[in-house]
């Protein structure tokens, strides 16, 4: 997996509540068994006007200069909610989304975006609604109160100058993620590293609760 | 030193090593996969070398992309859709897992076809690539949904690294009215404390009313959890519980299942068990619910009105709500028991149960449904199917006008094949009224499946209670 340490991006207003992974990738869009392909269905229903010939919203912030080349959102409460499908994990990073700032996810969401080098920032409501509502200030010209930069090591992110507000916001992330994310660590592999640990609890698991394992055969 | 919650003694049960920083290894019991998600966790398992280390332990279900109309073969009407069927078949073939495959006549929707064979038992721990994993809690085990990624690493080592969740009891205390379901009181809950209001917790469902429900019920209770953005719901295991196990097909039998029992007893919270959050509703002043909006948040009782979004102090709660009046063609203050219905949809893994077909069926017998109304019946499992034709079900379901379809999650999301058509306003039994969740524009209304029968007879969204005896 790739590590994630530092980013400096423009950053996408879209603040709305529930964003579900629906939304994110829309069930039709994932055509074929894989993790790629999947960008072109990324916010389908509100990227593109007709859907179906594939027409852009000139309204959809996604389409806006200088936000098409977002590489960070600023999302509302609960992003990622809904349906477990790690498809809208692969196309936002297909599309080039490497950090999602809002004020909670879906828990499953979360997990997937860890897993896959995106690094999810949770910060207050008021925090990321100041930052969306400078973002929301940049130009083609003017990128500047868009671009964020994320620092995950020192768990620093850093703003435009907002009023009296210096500008940085902490955040943190649980250690186990934080290392992920910054080692660009293979999940699977460490774990079978534990394979013997694995197979002594197994061993007494199944003396103790005979009726749980082995799983008949029918 | 407090006792421990109901949650803790499975964790602590299932704890292979101690990570740090409030991770822990566990032990998983079942890993379920459908052909949606589990396909790809499968593939890209394959594509890293790496093989299923308890492939007894796995399960594949048919169940998200198969077609439920008579007849159905791998062709399906989602584009692309038999692919992800034969792939998966494939994969799960090849790594020996069994598959309740299209023609078996267990196969179905994997949160019902699972617990119905007794594959899901209280106290084991059960993940699935699906986020209505959390439907299984209902028999009392820990029962949570994972991404595909997650999926492999759980097929792969037969564990997970997970992170100790905030424990929340949700009491429900009082009475059901008549007419009032488990489906009203999870919509209820959720449309009290918002659709993040149980972010960051594992929900134990608790109270008199929990333990009068019967178990299918408390499935349907722990499927809406989700959307309640808990990590996952359950209820602790009771008689009831071990009733509804006994002699089923992959259940323990002889001195295993006498043993299980016993062990079952202490799955309960101590009482002096420490919960971070308690929540209390008082469901004798529960009704009928049904949602108005996109989220299951916009939740509230059928005789109300739909809210102004004007009247809410909080600028984003105002422009979701604007945006939810936008999508579903409605304006402040219109009475949800006025609205016409082009569709009625009974099914999905929240209610799709025999119980919740019965409950239909009753409201709906000698009854006819609305000129112009489309109605659906979609069993869970093809063994659902099966029991409620034997006692007629079909027929009554039939008579008055609905399909009488196959097993499967069918037309609860829309895949690229069926859906409802854009503007279409439908009152479903499912779990998600997302924007263009049955289809591309596709207004969808969440209600129990009492109130769906109701409403498809009403040809607008109705009270359940005024067709009750």
């Known amino acids: 997996m790739e590590p994630f340490v530092t980013l400096t991006g423009v950053a996408a207003p879209l603040q709305r509540q529930n964003i579900d992974t629906d939304a994110i990738i829309p069930s039709r869009e994932m055509k074929t068994v894989g993790k790629t392909g999947l960008s072109g269905g990324l916010f389908a229903n509100w990227r593109y006007a007709d859907v179906a010939a594939r027409t852009e919203n000139p309204d959809f912030i996604l389409n806006r200069a200088p936000f098409r080349q977002a590489t960070i959102l600023l999302a509302g409460s609960n992003f990622g909610c809904g349906s477990s499908r790690e498809h809208a994990v692969w196309a936002l990073k297909e599309w080039g989304v490497r950090c999602i700032v809002a004020p909670s996810f879906g828990a499953i969401f979360h997990g997937n975006c ?61 250690p186990a993620d934080r290392d992920m994310l910054l080692e660009g660590l293979d999940a699977i592999g460490l774990t079978l590293k534990r ?13 103790a609760t005979p009726w749980a394992l082995p799983v008949p055969t029918l | 030193m407090p006792g421990k919650t109901l949650v803790e003694k499975i964790w602590d049960r299932h704890r292979v090593a101690d990570l740090g920083d409030g991770t822990d290894l566990l032990y998983v019991d079942r890993v379920l996969l459908h052909e949606r998600t589990g396909s790809v ?41 038999k692919a992800f069927i034969q792939e998966t078949r494939a994969a799960a ?71 100790r969740p905030k424990r929340m009891r949700v009491t429900l205390t009082g009475a059901l009215a008549p007419g009032v379901t488990a489906k009203d009181l999870v919509l209820t809950l959720i449309g009290r404390h918002t659709a993040a209001g149980g972010s960051g917790y594992v929900i134990e469902f608790a109270g008199p009313v929990v333990e009068a429900m019967a178990v299918e019920a408390r499935m349907t209770l722990c499927n809406m959890a989700v959307e309640f953005a808990a990590w996952t719901g359950l209820c602790a295991p009771d008689d009831k519980t071990v009733a509804w196990l006994a002699g089923r097909p992959f259940a323990p039998k002889g001195a295993d299942w006498d043993r299980a029992v016993v062990a079952w007893a202490d799955l309960r919270s101590d009482a002096d068990a420490v919960f971070d959050k308690e929540i209390e509703l008082d469901c004798t002043e529960v009704a009928p619910v049904v949602t108005w909006g996109t989220s299951p948040q ?41 609205l016409a219905i082009d569709a009625a949809f009974i099914g999905s893994c929240t209610n799709s149960r025999l119980s919740d077909l019965r409950t239909a069926a009753a409201i709906v017998k000698g009854r006819h449904v609305a000129r112009g109304v489309r109605a659906i019946v979609v069993p ?8 409620a034709e034997a006692e007629g079900l079909d027929r009554v379901f039939l008579d008055a006008g609905f399909e009488w379809r196959e097993a499967g999650c069918s037309m609860c999301f829309f895949a690229g094949g069926e859906h409802f058509g854009a503007g279409q306003r439908v009152i479903t039994s499912t779990n998600r009224n997302f924007e263009n969740r049955q289809g591309p524009g596709t207004r969808s209304h969440l209600a129990s499946p009492a109130s769906v029968a109701a409403s498809a007879i009403a040809g607008r969204i109705a009270d359940v209670r005024d067709l009750m005896d």
């Open chain 1, 114 to 174: 860890v897993r896959n080098g995106i690094l999810p920032v949770t910060l207050p409501a008021d925090a990321v609604a100041a930052l969306a509502t400078a973002a929301g200030q940049a130009t083609s010209d003017d990128p500047a109160p868009a671009r964020l930069t994320v620092d995950l090591r020192q768990g620093l992110l850093t703003g435009p100058h907002l009023g009296s507000d210096p500008g940085t916001y902490p955040f943190t992330l649980s």
């Open chain 2, 93 to 163: 073939n090849a790594a020996g897992i069994q598959v309740f495959d299209l023609g078996d006549p267990r196969q179905g929707i994997v949160h019902v076809v699972i617990p119905e064979q007794g594959l899901t038992l209280p106290g084991l721990t059960v993940v699935c690539p699906d986020s209505h994993t959390c439907t299984q809690g209902g028999l009392g085990a820990l029962a949570w949904g994972i991404g595909s990624t997650e999926g492999e690493h759980a097929l792969a080592t037969q564990t997970l690294a997970v992170r």
């Open chain 2, 298 to 338: 916009h939740a509230m009782a059928v005789t109300g009105q739909v809210p102004d979004p004007a009247a809410d102090p909080d600028p984003n709660n105002r422009e979701a709500q604007r945006r939810a009046l936008a999508y579903m063609g409605l304006n402040p203050g219109d009475r949800l028991a006025d």
């Open chain 2, 41 to 81: 966790a499968l593939k890209s398992l394959g594509e890293a070398g790496r093989t299923v280390r308890n492939p007894a332990q796995a399960f594949v279900c048919m169940d998200h992309i198969v077609d439920t109309l008579p007849g159905r073969s791998d062709d399906t009407l989602m584009p692309g859709g």
């Open chain 2, 380 to 387: 869970g499992s093809m063994q659902v199917k099966a029991a």
């Open chain 1, 195 to 207: 394979l013997p640990a694995i197979q002594s609890f197994e061993a007494d698991y199944r003396a």
